[in-house]
């Protein structure tokens, strides 16, 4: 998968390309090497134009500069060229702890927002189950008062019926 091909030695470190079939490593922005390479006019062997300058920022690469084909991704062939010699082994071990521990931060970040999801979602229904007993409370409360007041105006009705028959007694009394 990866293809090593050694180039002559810069006069101030080793230079080593890598060509990864279509991939080119994760990078970070480093104010201090960035942009298309023209001092050392380094083609990429696909386009023949100047690569362009990064820093990975993947796995035990990381903080290591590279020359990659500059083209956007989807056009771009993998060129990879190291500027940086690999790390020391005690580098790339303490490199793949810190990445192994970045993932397991992530992991449980993940973890954590499930479950968040999970109880968001749990709240919601029983947020839901509740407004909907509200809303039946409110139509039985109704539907109570409803009701009173039909008993109120039978009240009425009544105490007026029984008003008028004591005064029709009182004039058959009187009468």
Known sequence: RILFALICPHP??????WILLGQVPFSLEDPDYKGLELDLIVLCEKHGKPSERLVAFEGTMTGRRFLACAEPEGQNCGFVQWVDEQWPPTMENALLKLWSMVEESKSARVNDNLQ???????????KNKLDADYDKLVKDVHQLVDF???RVVDFSYLQSAVTYQHQCRAELVAG
């Open 116 to 126: 968040s999801a999970l109880t968001i979602h749990q709240l919601t229904e029983e």
């Open 148 to 150: 009173q007041q039909d």
């Open 12 to 17: 101030l470190h080793m230079m080593v390309t």
